[in-house]
């Protein structure tokens, strides 16, 4: 089974993980630019503080050397610079600007002021520009002419100052010089005026006069280290979250969807069929259960699939082994199931015809019909035909329909084999019919030569002796054939009751050879025994007696006058008679009937020495009983050999040996 | 004089008829077996009237009787003669070209009446021998 790409691991642990990091990324960027803006914020006023300072002590230096120098020039006046300066008038003012600014141009203090403010902002310059732009004095000995001529007007920070309500300004940007990105803080400079009141409400004002601008460019590379530092420690430690999220995480989705997985694998080996795994409950509680709960329908599924599995064997068993075809169909008459029976009564194989219609298995017009009937009216039906191939079979035809509850889904076919029955019931009738037969003709001999004879009324007294003494051989012959049906009927009805003991068979021998004696004389015949003087066997004697005399009286009966007669026994692993004549023998296609009953090799011969047509059945039937079989070897001319062949006594039919031992054999012994 | 062939292999049965037709004034012959019953009613003479046993050994009645038919022969009177008493076959002996059945067994009288009925232009002859039994 293949697996889902997107796995409920990587589903979980991605998602959650991709949402952290975009959070978590916000987060800090948005703390990185405030801690930037901050810092710069703060780097950016106290230069502006420093700038501002700077400029204010620059004019008070420059204010108070000048006027010190110049006030005993200047008409010995202690007045103050502003004073001074609303004295003298604009013209005078603009005089006095020029002379503070050269005067700064020149004087050591603005330098050394200059440089203070370098040094307390930690400035790379600090310089001092008239408002023109033009440089009047630097901390450093930074070259004027290095200076753009339009560096007043390119900076923004010198215009901000100066056109500024705040007379500052600032700017920020990359200086190729230094090679670094510089904050340019620019300061306006200017000198405090008094103007003296117009009327006695007004008080004296104050006026600023802009003298210059006070630049300082301090390098931002500290803040930018600064800035850096806390960047790259706030990375890390986004870094570390991540990575600590990521194995959080991959734990968390691990432990949500390992068991998942285990229990994805255990369904897949279930449907494979293999119900005898159990899977450990581990996981959350949820899927422990579902763990737990899948454990208890594989138990269930495995004792259903087992109960199903030996339902079906145990169906599969009956249907085999029964004795009847059985055919079901769909309702369309598609075969859907076909026992081994049926597959051998129709010639067919059941993959041959499986979900095929019925006729491809039976081409029997009259089964699909009662087929269609049984589908179309839902009622049992039956029939019988004759099957021809692949043997001849009388077929009793059942269909019957198949419902689950009231809903008709196809037909069962049951197929009786009823040759057997057909058989015996032929066999029957024609038994009825040939004992009828047998019967009549000696009642109809009898009959007519009465008759005839009451008719000639004395008239032919030889005729009437041959007659007398015929009519007496026919009721004879009649008495013999009833004495024959009756022990056969007994034998098959199973009223013939056996008891076998110990016996000298060869003293049964010699006892019946004895009495065969007299007619066996009489056709010049000879009776060679070859027997030992004692064999141990176990048989009824009285059957053992009829068995040796029909099988003797037959031989008789179909061997020339004069022939010989041998009858042998021997004990090996059983009990073997055999009784051989030259007589006739035994057409081969007649062998296997002989032991029919009222069957004949030859009629007119039969009749002639007297047989009733029975006697070879009786034998059959009580050598059977006692567990043994009886043979027949012959060829025509040379004559023929029946065997008869009892078990050992040591073995006597375990059920004839129970039989109370004093038990008389209710069979009436025939005087044949 | 007429000529009756009797084919039946049980002579104590055959002698009898034999010899109760003889009284009656009939020229009587016995066939113990189909075959030979087929040539003697093939023969010459012909016989006025076959006495047919339907169990026979070499050929039975109704094959003889059916031979006797296809020969040309059907002018001759078939009486069979059977033990077996079931109704198909006395359909089939009739059907297949026999005059008349009789089964066994028989009332000797019932036999002479029958022969004389079926033999030709016989019918007053056979009223006469009831008539004198």
Redesign the interface.
């Known amino acids: 089974m293949a697996q889902h790409p997107w796995s409920l691991r990587w589903l979980i642990g991605g998602i959650y993980f991709i949402i952290m990091i975009v959070l978590l990324g916000a987060l800090l960027l948005f703390f990185i630019q405030r801690i930037e803006s901050d810092n710069m914020a703060t780097v950016l006023s106290r230069l502006r503080g420093q700038a501002r300072l700077g400029a204010d002590l620059l004019v008070q230096r420059i204010e108070t050397e000048y006027f010190a120098t110049k006030t005993s020039r200047l008409h010995n006046q202690r007045l103050l610079g502003a004073d001074v300066l609303a004295a003298q008038g604009d013209v005078g003012q603009a005089r006095l600007l020029a002379d503070l600014l050269d005067y700064a141009r020149n004087s050591d203090d603005a330098k050394q002021t200059l440089r203070r403010v370098h040094v307390n902002a930690g400035a790379r310059r600090v310089l001092l520009l008239d408002l023109d732009g033009t440089l009047v004095a630097t901390s450093t000995n930074y070259a004027a002419n290095t200076l753009p001529d339009d560096f007043a007007a390119v900076s923004p920070e010198v215009r901000a100052a100066i056109d500024g309500d705040s007379g500052l300004g600032d700017n920020i940007r990359y200086d190729e010089q230094a090679g670094e990105d510089i904050a340019f803080i620019a300061a306006l400079v200017h000198v405090k005026t008094l103007v003296p009141p117009t009327s006695k409400m007004e008080k004296t004002r104050t006026h600023l006069v802009p003298l210059g601008v006070l630049v300082l460019a301090a390098p931002l590379t500290d803040v930018k280290d600064k800035i850096g530092g806390i960047k790259l420690a706030v990375g890390l430690t986004f870094l570390g979250v991540l990575v600590l999220l990521f194995f959080i995480n991959s734990g968390v989705s691990n432990y949500i969807s390992e068991p998942l997985q285990t229990l994805s694998r255990a369904a897949e080996r279930f449907a494979t069929g293999d119900l005898q795994q159990r899977i450990i409950p581990t996981g959350a509680g949820e899927v422990a259960s579902l763990g737990a709960s899948f454990n208890d329908m594989a138990a269930q599924l495995r004792v259903t699939i087992t109960r199903l599995a030996e339902e079906r064997a145990q169906a599969e068993a009956i249907l085999t082994s029964m004795v009847d075809g059985v055919l079901v169909t769909d309702l369309t008459g598609n075969i859907v199931l076909m026992n081994t029976m049926a597959e051998v009564m129709c010639n067919v194989s059941e993959e041959q015809v499986l979900g095929k219609p019925l006729s491809d298995a039976v081409l029997h017009f009259d089964i699909l019909d009662l087929l269609q009937k049984t589908l179309d009216s839902a009622l049992p039906n039956k029939l019988e035909v004759t099957f021809t191939r692949p043997t001849e079979r009388v077929v009793e035809v059942h269909v019957a329909p198949v419902t689950v509850g009231e809903m008709l889904i196809g037909a069962v076919i049951v197929l009786y084999d009823i040759t057997h029955q057909r058989r015996l019931e032929q066999v029957r009738r024609d038994f009825v019919?040939n004992v009828?037969?047998?019967l009549?003709?000696p009642?109809?001999?009898?009959?007519?030569?009465a008759?005839?004879l009451a008719?000639?009324d004395g008239e032919d007294p030889e005729?009437a002796r041959d007659?007398m003494t015929?009519?007496i051989s026919?009721s004879e012959r009649l008495t013999a054939l009833l004495d024959d049906l009756l022990q056969l009927s007994q034998i098959e009805s199973g009223r013939r009751l056996i008891t076998p003991q110990a016996l000298n068979i060869a003293e049964v021998i010699r006892h019946v050879a004895q009495r065969v004696l007299g007619p066996i004389t009489a056709r010049h015949q000879r009776l060679v025994l070859t027997v030992p003087e004692v064999l141990d066997g176990c048989a009824d004697r009285d059957a053992l007696v009829q068995i040796l005399v029909n099988l003797i009286d037959n031989a008789r009966k179909y061997s020339p006058e004069g022939s010989a007669i041998r009858v042998t026994a021997e004990q090996d692993t059983a009990l073997r008679i055999r009784i051989t004549d030259d007589g006739l023998g035994i057409p081969e296609a007649d062998l296997e009937r002989i032991f029919e009953r009222f069957y004949r090799v030859?009629?007119?011969r039969s009749?002639a020495v007297g047989g009733t047509g029975l006697g070879l059945a009786i034998v059959k039937h009580l050598v059977e009983l006692h567990g043994g079989w009886i043979s027949v070897h012959s060829e025509l001319g040379v004559g023929s050999t029946f065997t008869v062949t009892l078990p050992s006594p040591a073995a006597p039919p375990a059920e004839a040996g129970e039989l109370p031992a004093g038990q008389e054999s209710p069979a009436t012994r025939p005087a044949s | 004089m007429p000529y009756i062939l009797i084919v039946e292999?049980?002579l104590?049965?055959a002698?009898?008829?034999a010899?109760?037709l003889k009284?009656e004034g009939f020229d009587v012959t016995i066939a113990?077996?189909g075959a030979e019953g087929l040539r003697l009613a093939l023969g010459t003479p012909s016989p006025s009237l076959v006495l047919l046993d339907l169990?026979l050994?070499s050929m039975d009645g109704l094959e003889v009787c059916r031979t006797l038919r296809q020969r040309q022969r059907s002018w001759i009177p078939v009486v069979m003669l059977t033990?077996?008493?079931?109704a198909v076959d006395r359909a089939l002996g009739l059907e297949i070209g026999a005059d008349d059945y009789l089964?066994?067994?028989?009332?000797?009288?019932e036999l002479v009446a029958r022969v004389k009925a079926a033999l030709p232009g016989g019918g007053s002859n056979s009223t006469a021998a009831l008539t004198r039994n």
Do not use: C, G, N, W
């Not at chain 1, 009642?443 to 030569?449: E, G, H, L, P």
């Open positions: 019919a009828s037969h047998e009549r003709t009642v109809t001999s009898i009959r007519a030569m008759e005839t008719d000639a005729l007659f015929t009519i026919e030859d009629k007119a009749r | 292999d049980e104590p049965i002698q009898s008829i010899y109760t009284r113990t077996d169990m050994p033990a077996k008493a079931e089964t066994k067994p028989f009332s000797m009288r």
